[in-house]
């Protein structure tokens, strides 16, 4: 009896050190929990201000009694859902960023392969200008040199003009001596035509008469130098295709001449009268 109460006794002391390890196990586990508790409900108080999810508090999670436990699940779900909603936004957001960066990587090229069209159109646009300021200094300089051709132009216009005004002054001077010339020629041949020298006519000059004396034998005519005519020169008279008697030229003035009618070359019974016609 004493025996088996020996061995109730052990069994109840290794019991009681079983339940004694067991609880301060326990007790140890509880501390863990009631820590990882804590740091959740930190770490979630603290994610809920960073989303600016002010719905949830502190007293929200605090659940010291069993029944307690079960309310902390609908704000810890309505954050959830809260968050899972950032999230969304988030990675939608990232998908626009992304897109982003693409358009913005483009844009970048884009803008480099602008950077070096306008560095190359600078380059073109200040080798257009050195050509052009090249080109204004050829314009001033040939402005310049135009500037003294127009001077030498006036220069050599002034020149031509008085070698001009000296030409028409010789033309004039010849044009006298020629007048002069021709009058002497003419005084000779009327001197010489007075001294019995026949010179001839052109031939085919014909005219008119304009008046006749019969009394003195002589008829005015409408021909005169000009026309050639010369003392001592013979013309046909003639009335239509009759042939009426012929004349001998007198005096000759500029536009009219004085003509003898031979009597022995007239016709019979001819009568020579005012608007007859002479030909030679």
Same mark, same amino acid.
């Given at each position: ?136 200094? *050829?314009?001033? !300089?040939?402005?310049? @040199? =135009?500037?003294?051709? +127009?001077?030498?132009? #006036?220069? %050599?216009? /002034? *020149?031509?003009? !008085?070698?001009?005004? @000296? =030409?028409?002054?010789? +033309?004039?001077?010849? #044009?006298? %001596?020629? /007048? ?7 005084? =000779? ?19 008119? =008469? ?71």
């Amino acid at each position: 009896m004493a025996k088996a109460l020996r061995w109730l006794v052990l069994v109840i002391l290794i019991l009681s050190g079983v339940a004694l390890g067991l609880g301060i196990m326990l007790f140890l586990q509880r501390e863990v929990l009631k820590g990882r508790a804590q740091k959740l409900e930190e770490s979630h108080l603290v994610l809920s201000k960073k989303l600016h999810y002010d719905k949830l508090t502190a007293d929200q999670l605090k659940a010291n009694t069993k029944d307690t436990l079960a309310a902390i699940d609908k704000p810890i779900k309505d954050f959830s859902v809260f968050a899972e909603k950032i999230y969304d936004t988030l990675q939608d957001t990232k998908k626009t960023l992304a897109t982003t960066q693409a358009d913005l990587a483009k844009t970048k090229g884009e803008l480099d392969t602008t950077k070096t069209q306008l560095a190359a159109a600078n380059t073109e646009i200040n080798g257009l200008k050195e050509a052009g300021a090249k080109k204004d200094t *050829e314009i001033a !300089e040939k402005a310049g @040199k =135009i500037t003294t051709l +127009e001077g030498e132009k #006036t220069a %050599l216009q /002034a *020149e031509k003009d !008085e070698g001009l005004k @000296k =030409i028409a002054k010789h +033309e004039a001077d010849n #044009t006298e %001596l020629h /007048a002069q010339i021709k009058d002497r020629d003419l005084t =000779i041949k009327d001197l010489n035509a007075q001294l019995g020298r026949v010179y001839p006519i052109p031939k085919g000059t014909s005219g008119k =008469i304009l008046a006749v004396s019969q009394d003195w034998k002589f008829a005015v005519l409408d021909l005169g130098r000009d026309n050639g005519l010369w003392p001592n020169a013979e013309m046909l008279i003639h009335r239509g295709t009759n042939l009426l008697g012929r004349v001998r030229i007198g005096i000759v003035h500029k536009k009219v001449a004085i003509a003898d009618i031979l009597s022995d070359y007239t016709a019979p019974n001819a009568v020579i009268q005012e608007g007859d016609h002479v030909l030679y």
